[in-house]
């Protein structure tokens, strides 16, 4: 089984200020990740994955994720907020199987990132 | 590059009608994965298709379904709707070669109301 907790449902930073967003994973099995970004009443956008390459992770946006595996975490941080990355962020973990398999991608609950001025 | 595309926008149906909703899928790819998002919660995995045969499925009942074209577009059925299929449905698209690293590309979302 696989799941993902998002720490904190909701997060307010001031624009030009730090961002990081938490999760933590759950898998029985070495994991993928994934940041995916949803902005109101638009579809996902990835931002960024970690499939066991580098476990420091660079996305679009400034945005970047470190994989820990020693505390099963993938925590999104940005070093500068800007008022266009007030979203929902969704942690996503997905199981790596084989060739022709489902590739199941199971979401967090989300954090709503709000920045102000 | 074509990406992934929805229709319809949006959409009304009354509890018991059944609804199609369409996806077609990014230029190249040969999966697609199907969502209910609720309001205020996550995306859940409904199925997923892989060259035209369904290839996992989620904790939905079988008056979900759903079928790939050979153009690899895809179409997902709810019959007997209930209030509580009210959600945003995504469709997502990927390549299917290598299991669960592929990227999964969403579109835009069908929002369905029941009433």
């Known amino acids: 089984a696989q799941s993902v907790t998002q720490l904190d449902s909701h997060v307010s930073v001031s624009e030009g200020t730090p961002v990081l967003l938490r999760c933590n994973y759950s898998?029985?099995?070495?994991?993928?990740l994934f940041w995916y970004v949803q902005h109101p009443n638009k579809g996902l956008q990835l931002l960024l994955k970690?499939?066991?390459?580098?476990?420091l992770v660079k996305g679009i946006n400034g945005f970047e994720a470190e994989f820990k595996k020693s505390e099963t975490s993938f925590h999104l941080t940005k070093p500068s907020a800007h008022m266009s990355d007030a979203a929902e962020y969704f942690c996503?973990?997905?199981?790596?199987?084989?060739?022709?398999?489902?590739?199941?991608?199971?979401f967090g609950t989300g954090t709503r990132l709000q920045v102000t001025l | 590059e074509t990406g992934v595309t929805q229709s319809p926008t949006h959409l009304i149906k009354t509890r018991g009608q059944q609804v199609t909703l369409r996806c077609s899928s990014q230029s190249g790819h040969n999966t697609v994965s199907w969502y209910q998002q609720a309001l205020g919660q996550g995306p859940q995995f409904i199925f997923q298709?892989?060259?035209?045969?369904?290839?996992g499925r989620g904790n939905f009942p079988p008056r979900f379904s759903g079928l790939q074209f050979p153009n690899y577009s895809s179409e997902l059925n709810v019959n007997a709707l209930e209030l509580d299929d009210s959600a945003l449905y995504l469709c997502?698209?990927?390549?299917?070669?290598?299991?669960?690293?592929?990227?999964?590309?969403f579109g835009p979302g069908t929002r369905l109301t029941v009433l």
């Open positions: 898998s029985s099995y070495s994991p993928s």
């Open positions: 996503v973990v997905s199981r790596k199987r084989g060739t022709g398999t489902a590739s199941k991608l199971t």
């Open positions: 997502a698209s990927s390549l299917g070669t290598s299991g669960g690293q592929n990227t999964q590309y």
């Open positions: 970690y499939t066991s390459a580098a476990t």
């Open positions: 298709y892989y060259r035209e045969e369904e290839n």
